[in-house]
């Protein structure tokens, strides 16, 4: 409960000016601004101590006030408004309050009353400041990023505060007092809260109109969310100013194309972080790893990307190697590079305190470690014991780590895993840790930590290989991530509830702006089973990240773990992810275009059906692919809620209208999955054993036939996979349009791009789904059917083919 006695309301505007981007308002000593972002976002700011702090987070990596749009202000006896072509902000003078609403007078946001009939508009009390907005007790609530529970948000509270969840002095404060019977005393539960990342943005739909608003305070102090009132929502900060951006919307999908303009959007990865990757924490040998790929190769098992723990370095020492164990780690980094694996090795923020530690001594003759109040070096506790931290909020730190990343990727590796980076200290209190050379408090830091980290990674990486795309994972996070590193949910649990966990987490973290998300496939603590490992796999080869990742001492939870039965089903899902990757990758570029989530709920497409809002046990899969994944041992048929249009069952072909429950089997073999009639799906023919150099010469599209007359567009992007060329016109983009007309059925193909040297297709196979047809019209010529598809010859121009369908 956020407590707000003794705070101090503000109740009157004493005086308000127009600027060049709306308006200047006095209140209580302070300044209240509210500029214009774009015709349908708007920024107030309010100052402290007379000032405003004009970029409190890194978060926004744009000018938003570049390009405000055109206003007209309005005065009132009692209110001021500002007019935009899409709303009206309507400051009121006394008593204060703000209330803005779409231009045709629907609410965006309005201020709430207490029970005395007193608003708060903004209320502060020692830097800490709260807002207090109306809601109704039916309207929905999404977004926050990174949280346990339903995607609803609406009926719960939460905290933003990076957390390392399993470590019981970490997780302490926010069980201390709860009943044992509340699952939120349990840190394994699928409700306990804070998490590893924390966005402050979120949705609010309102209720019976579905029409949505958004929410981003730029602030990065501990923050608090209470959705749990019947008739209103409080947000809450712990210090910082106050810096909201308000989104008019009305729909999902506009809202998060602003907020990822304002904070970034995931760039392009390369090609092979899409396919499969084998993690585990274990104490490997320079042996055991390169059998470990030979393994996957022999098995006939998909792979890219093999991940080395902790305990590859010497000590538990950043950027060094256990020569013991690896003592030719760049001539083992080239032999699996040659058989197409990509390595990547995890580094946390902690440097062991050990003088003569060439990192340590270095960090501090650089003088770019965080101190304490007093001035010492801040010591915390992680897996080498003593551990110093780097000050990520100084440009020194950020360089001099991205030196240390660009050095040891120089050895080979693909990738950087960041870890531990809460930042966690074990049980030493990390708000004793002090930024920007102990001048700065850690609260300010603590939630941007792993942002700030990911900013000096990322650029060490782009040193280091400054032709190539570069691939960072980090486990906590802040607004503006998804610019520089993906993020895994964490340390998971062995459990079919984690597994059901895993989709409204990652559908949040999906539309907070983080596109490029996945769970540990088996669960990460505690033992797997053969049902539930392959029913994670499953599911986890259908979600942007894909990686298999389990905890040491643990039961074996490798492909071939469980015997041939299960191995043959795992290889089929892996081989499914293989074939779909060229529908993943233009998923992935779209939200590079338009901040569009791949993994992402039922709403972002259908916010009109009041029978997604609760509907957390199934995902769209890019744009056009639904995926239904078996949440409980022993289930041999599960419940599925097709939303509007029509759907094609993926395994048996059979149509199904849309808005309506099914009944579908889900045996051993798969899970639910279904295709959007008018789709067309990109696919290769067959699965390579890895993405490297694979350029194939056919590529397969699959047409969902419409059931109904309209027009839908699908997307096929061909690049290198691997630089930055593609930005340059070195690609092929083709989108395709899809056209139904009575019985005809015509599909369009609209090509844009130069081109790239790899580019090697040489035809399209098109499958039609939904109809059998002996012939089709390909640009005048007649093709015959072959093998129950259509070979179009196709090296990258523009085509047309129309057929006809019963």
């Not at 538990?316 to 190697?321: D, I, N, P, Y």
């Not at 966690?424 to 942002?451: C, I, W």
């Not at 999906?510 to 540990?520: H, R």
């Not at 290198?720 to 139904?740: I, K, N, P, Y």
Request: net charge negative; with cysteine; aromatic share 12%.
């Amino acid at each position: 409960m956020i407590e707000t006695e003794g705070y101090r309301r503000f109740e009157r505007v004493d005086h308000v000016e127009e600027t060049s981007t709306g308006l200047l308002a006095q209140a209580h000593g302070e300044q209240v601004r509210v500029d214009l972002v774009r015709d349908d976002v708007v920024r107030v700011k309010i100052s402290r101590g007379g000032v405003f702090d004009e970029e409190p987070t890194y978060a926004v990596c744009v000018d938003p006030l570049d390009d405000s749009p055109q206003f007209s202000l309005e005065r009132g006896d009692d209110v001021v408004r500002l007019h935009t072509a899409a709303m009206v902000v309507s400051l009121w003078l006394d008593p204060f309050r703000l209330d803005v609403h779409r231009a045709d007078g629907t609410p965006v946001v309005e201020t709430a009353q207490d029970d005395h009939g007193r608003y708060w508009a903004y209320a502060t009390l020692n830097d800490a400041f709260t807002v207090r907005r109306r809601c109704r007790q039916e309207d929905a609530i999404y977004g926050l990023g990174e949280k346990t529970g339903h995607q609803n948000r609406k009926g719960r509270d939460f905290t933003l505060w990076n957390t390392d969840v399993l470590n019981p002095d970490a997780t302490a404060e926010f069980r201390s007092g709860l009943d044992p019977a509340d699952p939120r005393a349990d840190r394994t539960s699928t409700e306990f809260d804070p998490y590893y990342i924390s966005i402050p943005f979120f949705y609010h739909q309102s209720y019976p109109s579905g029409v949505m608003s958004g929410s981003f305070v730029d602030n990065a102090y501990r923050g608090a969310y209470e959705f749990s009132h019947r008739e209103e929502y409080r947000f809450h900060f712990s210090g910082g100013q106050y810096t909201e951006y308000i989104f008019a919307g009305p729909r999902m999908p506009e809202i998060l194309e602003s907020y990822t303009w304002l904070t970034g959007r995931t760039a392009p990865p390369p090609l092979w972080s899409l396919g499969y990757h084998q993690c585990r924490w274990f104490d490997y040998s320079q042996d055991a790893v390169e059998a470990l790929a030979q393994r996957h190769r022999d098995s006939d098992i998909p792979c890219d990307a093999l991940w080395l723990d902790i305990e590859y370095m010497d000590g538990f020492r950043v950027f060094t190697w256990n020569e013991q164990s690896f003592p030719d780690a760049p001539a083992m980094l080239q032999r699996l590079r040659d058989k197409g694996f990509r390595v990547i090795t995890i580094i946390d923020p902690g440097v062991k305190q050990d003088p003569g530690y060439w990192v340590y001594d270095q960090a501090v003759e650089r003088d770019v470690l965080c101190r304490t109040e007093g001035g010492d070096i801040y010591i915390g506790e992680v897996w080498p014991g003593d551990t110093a931290f780097p000050d990520f909020a100084t440009e020194e730190a950020r360089s001099w780590w991205g030196e240390l990343n660009a050095a040891h990727v120089r050895s080979g590796l693909a990738g950087i895993w960041n870890d531990m980076n809460e930042p966690a200290t074990g049980k030493v209190d990390p708000r004793l840790m002090r930024f920007n050379h102990g001048r700065e408090s850690h609260e300010r830091y603590h939630n941007q930590y792993a942002l700030l980290m990911a900013m000096g990674t990322t650029r060490g990486l782009r040193e280091a290989m400054p032709d190539l795309r570069t691939f960072v994972l980090s486990r906590a996070g802040f607004a503006g991530i998804q610019r520089y590193a993906a993020n895994w949910m964490g340390d998971n649990m062995s459990r079919w509830d984690h597994l059901w966990l895993s989709m409204p987490m990652a559908t949040g973290l999906g539309i907070s702006g983080q596109a490029f998300v996945g769970a540990d496939i088996g669960g990460f603590a505690g033992n797997s089973n053969a049902e539930l490992y392959l029913r994670w796999m499953q599911y986890g080869t259908l979600t942007p990240f894909c990686r298999n990742h389990s905890e040491i001492g643990n039961v074996d939870q490798y492909a071939w773990a469980w015997g041939d039965v299960v191995l043959d089903l795992v290889r089929e899902a892996l081989r499914l992810r293989y074939r779909l990757l060229p529908y993943i990758y233009a998923a992935f570029l779209t939200a590079s275009e338009t901040g569009a989530p791949v993994q992402r709920p039922l709403v972002f497409d259908f916010q009109d059906d009041p029978l997604v809002r609760d509907v957390d046990d199934e995902y769209l899969f890019g744009p056009d692919l639904l995926v239904a994944p078996v949440t409980e041992a022993g289930q041999t048929s599960r419940q599925v809620y097709l939303p509007e249009g029509h759907w094609y069952d993926w395994y048996s072909g059979e149509c199904h209208e849309g808005r309506r429950f099914l009944r579908v089997d889900t045996p051993m073999e798969h899970i639910p999955l279904f295709a959007r009639a008018g789709a067309v799906v990109p696919m290769w023919p067959e699965a390579p054993e890895s993405t490297d150099g694979h350029h194939p010469e056919v590529v397969e599209l699959h047409l969902f036939v419409p059931a109904a007359d309209g027009t839908t567009r699908s997307v096929l992007r061909e690049d290198d996979g691997l630089t930055f060329a593609a930005a340059d016109g070195a690609h092929h983009r083709t989108t395709l349009v899809v056209e139904r007309r009575g019985e005809t059925v015509t599909l369009r193909g609209d090509v844009d791009g130069d081109g790239y040297p790899e580019f090697s297709r040489q035809s399209f196979r098109l499958v039609l789904h939904g109809a059998t047809a002996e012939q089709v019209d390909h640009g005048g010529e007649v093709v015959e059917a072959t093998d129950g598809a259509f070979v179009l010859q196709n090296t990258g121009q523009a085509f047309e083919v129309s057929v006809r369908v019963g």
